[in-house]
């Protein structure tokens, strides 16, 4: 079963700062924190994953807090090829079979 | 860039027929996945391979199988197709042979209707 809690939908506007929060409250010292993505009609993509310390890559920033209950994804200029449904899941155990996907937030850019 | 193919985009067919499936991945991926996604739900993972001729249940196996007889191709199948099989299907490939941080890389799905 899901252990995060998001938004189910967000709206944003066009090339302004897209923050995306995720609560994973029962998260155990070493499962690590993952952002996926999925367009329409396409399969999910891998954005960014971190386990402690804040991570940024080419397509976002994770920001998590420091009791590790909690994330935030930051698409820091959001366009309108950023509308998707986002998934924050955390991984539990080792494997990729230990990673369950939510329903996530649907995050609307909008014009 | 890693690619992962799903053979059909739509597919439609009759209860009770057998429905394959097939996923070619081409960046020689170790693990495959086999996943379902319904509106509400998520992704459900079905099966999952961490090397050639091996398999694994994941969370909701019962009506499904699989086949891996090389490292590059992951076949679902259904052996008798039925009205609550229809759902997209998406296939997954990641690198890691199971450390953490992992990183899965899907193809665009298989929408199969059973009717």
């Known amino acids: 079963d899901a252990k995060t809690t998001q938004p189910p939908s967000m709206d944003c506007a066009e090339g302004r700062a897209a923050n995306l929060p995720c609560n994973h409250s029962?998260?155990?010292?070493?499962?690590?924190v993952y952002w996926y993505r999925q367009i329409h009609s396409q399969g999910p993509q891998y954005i960014i994953h971190?386990?402690?310390n804040n991570e940024t890559n080419e397509m976002a920033s994770l920001i998590i807090t420091e009791d590790r209950k909690s994330s935030t994804l930051i698409l820091p200029h959001a366009t309108l090829r950023d509308t998707a449904v986002y998934y924050c899941?955390?991984?539990?155990?080792?494997?990729?079979?230990?990673?369950?996907f939510g329903t996530g937030t649907r995050l609307t850019v909008i014009p | 860039d890693v690619k992962v193919t799903q053979s059909s985009r739509y597919l439609v067919k009759r209860t009770g027929e057998k429905v394959f499936l097939e996923c070619v991945q081409d960046?020689?991926?170790?693990?495959m996945f086999w996943y379902r996604q319904d509106p509400g739900l998520g992704l459900r993972l079905i099966y999952f391979?961490?090397?050639?001729?091996?398999?694994e249940k994941g969370d909701i196996p019962e009506g499904y199988s699989v086949s891996r007889e090389k490292k590059e191709r992951f076949s679902l199948i259904l052996e008798s197709a039925s009205t609550n099989q229809t759902s997209m299907y998406l296939c997954?490939?990641?690198?890691?042979?199971?450390?953490?941080?992992?990183?899965?890389?899907f193809g665009s799905g298989t929408q199969l209707s059973v009717l």
């Open positions: 997954a490939s990641s690198p890691l042979p199971g450390g953490q941080g992992e990183k899965l890389f």
């Open positions: 029962t998260i155990s010292g070493n499962e690590y």
């Open positions: 971190g386990l402690k």
């Open positions: 899941i955390e991984g539990r155990g080792f494997g990729a079979n230990n990673l369950f």
């Open positions: 960046m020689d991926h170790e693990n």
């Open positions: 391979s961490y090397d050639v001729k091996m398999k």
